[in-house]
């Protein structure tokens, strides 16, 4: 049994990374939560792959440092582009890595340096509706057209493999007869803000422990 987190005494610091595209709400959700003391913690850096990303102008207006690292400048090179990435972890002192419309695989060795302290929220209750190409609007109509009842929102752990890392917490939403893909999404992005911060804060509370493909969640009492 592993502890995902044994120091909480001063918050953690969390690294987000973030894609070109995303509209960056789960950022400014988890941003938000460590301003009002729902996390205990805050963000130290979002590091994103386009200058342009509107997540990265959210992180500026809150004056957190922004860092962009291209992985087209690292083609055919996943060891620059991984040293590229801890760097900026590192020197930001980051615990906990946090993926927020970050759309590629992560490096390998960022991986394994940062084992159960990466997460990332999926739009979809994993296992199902998972994997590569699974992503806004695929996985919603998607899960519309399984005729599906619930769906909903995931946080896991990252590991090797696109959205199969251990499950840390999931909220079911339902699926209404009349939904479209962009009326569930917007039912689920609700789901997976309080689902994202609810995790973050648990792990920054040193509740967390993975065993296996489990991850167990301790009662506060039981961490005090």
């Known amino acids: 049994m592993t502890s995902t987190n044994d120091n909480t005494r001063d918050g953690i610091r969390i690294g987000i990374m973030v894609s070109g595209h995303g509209r960056g709400t789960n950022l400014q959700a ?27 102008a959210r992180a500026q207006s809150a004056g957190i440092k922004t860092v962009v690292i291209s992985p087209r400048k690292y083609e055919q090179d996943e060891k620059g582009y991984a040293e590229a990435i801890l760097r900026v972890l590192d020197g930001g002192g980051v615990g906990l890595i946090c993926l927020a419309g970050y759309m590629r695989m992560l490096p390998l060795p960022v991986v394994e340096r940062f084992r159960d302290r990466i997460m990332n929220v999926h739009p979809a209750l ?99």
């Open 30 to 56: 988890i941003i938000d939560a460590c301003s009002e003391g729902a996390v205990p913690g805050e963000v130290a850096v979002v590091i994103g792959t386009r200058s342009d990303a509107p997540a990265l």
């Open 126 to 224: 994993l296992p199902l509706f998972g994997g590569q190409g699974m992503y806004g609007e695929n996985v919603h109509r998607a899960v519309i057209e399984s005729g599906m009842k619930l769906s909903g929102a995931t946080v896991h752990f990252v590991d090797e493999h696109y959205d199969a890392g251990p499950i840390i917490h999931q909220l079911a939403v339902p699926v209404k007869d009349s939904d479209t893909p962009e009326t569930l999404a917007a039912r689920v992005l609700r789901a997976e803000h309080q689902a994202y911060t609810e995790a973050i804060r648990w792990f920054a509370e040193g509740r967390l422990y993975v065993e296996g493909r489990r991850v167990r969640v301790l009662a506060e009492e039981d961490n005090g």
